[in-house]
């Protein structure tokens, strides 16, 4: 993006690695620390960050995504609205041990009880894609897996479920933005060491 192009740009960075994220745990509620790697990989993002430019930085009150905003060079504001899906019932489980009573199970396609719904997930989303586009300039984020993923779908104008679709690690950055109109994917799911490949 040049100054000629005032398109709006929204930078997703995904938290640092948890014990919980480590073993494929659904996390949500639940306020963990980072670990010593997921401390690391926050660390590593502030060189590719920090030259940027950003007119505005929020984030998930969770702990995990304010420590890898702090630890990545940034005081964002908190936003609601960015915390991870609400898994209800099965936080702190894996996919493998639900798929063990509901076989085939997925956050995208079967309900988690007492959790959100996807509906619910979207419309929170898709407040915080409208605050940035309203927003304008480049607008960095700090949250979750899932959330993240729902919010990339959402910009793109796709379904909710089709979050499925974006991978995301840990301690990662991705890019969204627009093209003539179109809503685009500039980069996904980046870290130092691709960063370094590309040099």
Request: charged letters at 25%.
């Amino acid at each position: 993006m040049n100054d000629s192009e005032p398109d709006t740009e929204l930078w997703l960075v995904r938290h640092g690695e948890t014990e919980w994220s480590r073993s494929w745990r659904h996390t949500s509620v639940t306020d963990l620390d980072l670990t010593d790697t997921g401390r690391a990989q926050a660390r590593s993002l502030r060189p590719l960050l920090s030259g940027v430019g950003f007119d505005h930085v929020w984030s998930s009150p969770r702990k995990r995504a304010l420590d890898t905003a702090e630890l990545a060079g940034f005081t964002p504001q908190v936003d609601e609205d960015l915390v991870e899906w609400d898994y209800g019932e099965y936080e702190g489980i894996t996919t493998a041990t639900i798929r063990e009573t509901v076989p085939g199970w997925t956050v995208w396609s079967h309900p988690s009880p007492g959790g959100e719904t996807s509906a619910q997930v979207g419309q929170r989303l898709d407040r915080v894609a409208q605050r940035a586009r309203d927003a304008g300039g480049r607008t960095l984020v700090f949250a979750h897996g899932h959330s993240l993923r729902v919010l990339a779908a959402r910009w793109l104008g796709l379904d909710v479920a089709d979050g499925r679709v974006f991978l995301l690690d840990t301690g990662t950055y991705s890019v969204l933005g627009d093209d003539r109109g179109q809503p685009v994917v500039i980069r996904w799911n980046v870290r130092q060491e691709a960063e370094e490949d590309r040099a």
